[in-house]
């Protein structure tokens, strides 16, 4: 199905973008699975939509090279080797197209969606965070062949990770993810993200949050040299809800996460704590976007960065206010650490406040490792590179402490910094 | 304790240091041998800190003339993480805070780096462990500290004591505290007091950078040096410290306008 002309990367490269898409569509089309309708037409959609380009505001500083470099069909993960599963934690490892709760006995309070429900239900948080457009939304839904789609009620205990690993193979891996949080339900989700080769993974997560229910939300996405990771996560918030989202990625040629927020009548939590590192000639990208469509939300978000080598930094935090949004209580920062001269960091809120009552509080810093810091080290006899990779770690800490305890076992700090983490 | 045939643990020599184009320590000559104590008095921005900083090291102070030995050898050359595992520690009027790392680990990778340079094999986290619990207890110090962030939060007092326990850990030959007794209340200065004494011996030194006598009442210094714009005016024994309690530092701008005034001394 694949065209010769594009199945080297190189040839890929060097082919017109329009034709990359082609090939991955031809490779995705068909099928008879419960996606198939949606995905025909997120085809259509996408056959039509240009690819991003640096002239597009959202893509002003990420470069989509790196991704269509890579072989346009869809790829088949073998399965990978995993730390052990953590005491009341329950893993489920998905790669795009086995059903990953076969064989698996659900804890109490979670049960999948499926059918008619599904039909009704996928797409619509899309939809109310306003990313349905998304072009990565769109090269996901025209991609996807599984979802993994679960109903939240009351407290659920265990830590539910859900796992995916490209590997070293070729092509897209794409995953479709649904939570449903009924009124007062309680979970915590973590999504660990690998890949050790030439290869996207694609992740849509949709996630609905009922009157007072609470997400506690960790995706740790240590990526490979040649690896591109394109994460979408939409959040809708009803009144009394909770959401907390912490995020880690870093090591992708490309990595680029846009969590995507609604406080659909206000009056909700919403927090976002984010690290993405880029070393080498690696981007990293964090578009959020937080939309208070009702009073007295409120918003905590701090968004780390380190850029290293060549490696590129981006973070555009979105935060809208409308006439409406009336004591809504906002606050953004970003902090960077620029390790060298010839990485770059890109940093800017995006503030559109239109209710006159509200607090908003942005800040952005952009520091190298501090020279006091380093001597009060040095000073007790750590060598000069040991301090700096202390520094570094106690840098990254902060965010990575903030994710749940399960993802100690995925040794985030290594996994990210690789031996500076150790 | 003086003793004349102790060995000579840090001779310094006409040291002159300057930060940016600004000359701050213009000829300072102080020679410490093993067993004595030496207290370092003298006004705000007369050079104390900057002292301490160049013998420790800061990159921020470049030295401009004049030697400092330590323990016979060249210590302006050595890269300041080398100076503090050969033995030499300085205790941070203002200790630094350092988000994110833990004050336990930091204080286990010290210690091992101070052992390494004393020949002594490192310890491993369960050993490390014990050590600390026991040197706590020099500075009483609720273990609760190991588990934050190094410093981040601490009271003044928190930080001095924190200071003091990494001294306890590292046990220097030569320790340059720097106003370590400032922001104590009473009950922490006799802890930190305490701390020192029980850590001063025949085989090391201490320099001890102070403003108050309440401090030399506790620990008492065997020389008293009196520091003015860059140099070191005066010496004398414990008494000194207790003349400059009663008279102030009056008396420095006469004796500094006499040195200015002599000839051999300029320059
Ligand atoms: N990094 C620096 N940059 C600029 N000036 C400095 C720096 N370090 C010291 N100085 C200046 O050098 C002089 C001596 O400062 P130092 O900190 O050594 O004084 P000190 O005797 O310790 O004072 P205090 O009793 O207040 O602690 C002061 O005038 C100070 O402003
Ligand atoms: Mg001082």
Redesign the interface.
Known sequence: MVAASLSTPTAAAGAAPGGWIAALLAEASGGADALAASRERAAQALAQTPLPSRRDEAWRFTDLAPLTALTPTLLSPAAAAQPPVADGSLRLVLDGQSDPLAGITLPAGLEPISGDELDATLGQVLAATGSAALWPVLLNGATARAVLALRVRGTVATTLELVSDAGDGEGILPLRLLLVLEPGASVEVLQVHRSSGANLTSLVLEARLGEGAELRHGLLAPGAETGCLLATVAVEQATGSRYSGVSAHGGWALGRLEPRLVQREGAAHSALKALQLADGRQISDTHSQMVFAGPDGRLEQLHKAVADGQGRSVFNGAVQVPRLAQRTDAAQLSRNLLLSDRARIDTKPELEIVADDVRCAHGATVSRLQ???L??????????D??AR??L??????VLQALPAAAVAWQPLVSLLGKEGR | MIRPDAPVLLEIRDLTARVEDQPILKGVSLTIRAGEIHAVMGRNGSGKSTLSKVLAGHPAYTVTGGSVHYRGEDLLGLEPELRARAGLFLGFQYPVEIPGVSNLEFLRVATNARRAGKGEEELDTFAFEDLVRERLLVVQMDPAFLERSVNEGFSGGEKKRNEILQMALLEPLVAVLDETDSGLDIDALRIVAGGVNHLAGPDNATLLITHYQRLLDVITPDYVHVMAAGRILRTGGKELALELEERGYDWVDAELAALERTPAEVG
């Not at chain 1, 001597?375 to 000069?384: K, V």
């Open positions: 020279q006091d810091e001597f009060y080290l040095q000073s007790r006899g750590i060598a000069a040991q301090a202390l520094l770690r106690g840098f990254c800490e902060e």
